[in-house]
């Protein structure tokens, strides 16, 4: 295996087949991981899986939405290695307080804290879990440290200059011009990077997801992707895929039922992951021409 084989982490069987990729199968561990789990289960994965990945791969692709606080042990391993950004596409700022452990959309918090990431950039945001209402569920120090910051479309976030976290939010009125801006910024500044993709960052003219969706086109995503080149990558996973479930924990059902995810029927299930499926070949080929940093 080199450093351009991908790794199916095959949690949810959600990811269809990809040529060329090395499927690791732990469906066991779905109800343990999904959506959220305690530090001790996340740190209990990290070892008993995560550990057996060969030293060289490619991109991990981690199934659904609900697995992406799965990137954090992934970029944890990456520890003792020369300062790196973390590059997230996504429609969530995925920095949100959660007091029971850790969630899909509270990871970012734990690693903009990790001593080898330099700062992470969340690109592609246009919920409104960084509007106003929603200022309070943000956790705010990696935001006022420069650790962090937003780039937001369709997003009211004036009211972060009035508590002093304005530099942080980099809002644009389209994703071309949001992308043009960071493709330009990386340009003269090029950092080795390590990158997130969750796909719910796409329009749902492009794909379907769980969770509700951003406005970028795959020209969008595979710019920014092209924008790394001069850096290089240190490590990259995808996830975002489109799943069912049924909890058996009732403490899971009741708060993914909050985020309002919809039930979908069998045939259209079937339907969008195919759509997921070529958009992940797309994006498997960008990345693999990137440079490595091993």
């Known amino acids: ?97 959660f007091p029971f452990g850790m969630h899909c959309g509270s990871w970012v918090h734990a690693a903009a804290a990790l001593p080898q990431v330099a700062h992470v950039h969340v690109l592609g945001i246009t919920s409104n879990d960084i509007g106003l209402a929603h200022a309070w569920e943000n956790h705010w120090a990696p935001l006022r440290k420069g650790q962090l910051t937003y780039w937001c479309t369709d997003v009211d976030v004036r009211w972060a200059s009035r508590f002093g976290l304005g530099h942080a939010f980099r809002r644009f009125d389209t994703p071309e011009a949001l992308v043009a801006t960071f493709a330009a910024e990386q340009a003269r500044r090029p950092q080795p990077t390590y990158l997130s993709i969750d796909k719910d960052v796409f329009s749902p003219s492009v794909i379907r997801s769980n969770w509700d969706q951003g406005r970028f086109l795959r020209r969008d995503a595979l710019q920014v992707i092209a924008a790394l080149r001069a850096g290089g990558l240190v490590g990259s996973d995808i996830t975002g895929e489109v799943s069912q479930y049924t909890y058996r924990s009732r403490f899971k059902r009741l708060l993914s039922s909050l985020d309002g995810q919809p039930d979908i029927p069998s045939a259209t299930l079937a339907d969008w992951q195919q759509q997921h499926q070529r958009v992940n070949r797309e994006l498997l080929r960008a990345i693999a021409e990137l440079p490595v940093h091993g």
């Open 1 to 97: 295996m080199d450093a351009r084989t991908p790794i199916l982490l095959d949690l949810d069987e959600s990811v269809l087949p990809l040529t060329g990729a090395h499927a690791i199968a732990r469906q066991g561990w779905q109800d343990t991981l999904r959506f959220a789990c305690r530090r001790r289960d996340l740190a209990r994965f990290s070892h008993e899986v995560l550990a057996q990945l060969p030293a060289q791969h490619g991109t991990v692709m981690l199934g659904s939405g609900d697995y992406h606080h799965l990137s954090l042990p992934l970029i944890e391993r990456l520890h003792g290695r020369p300062p790196f950004q973390l590059v997230v596409l996504d429609n969530h700022p995925d920095n949100m307080r």
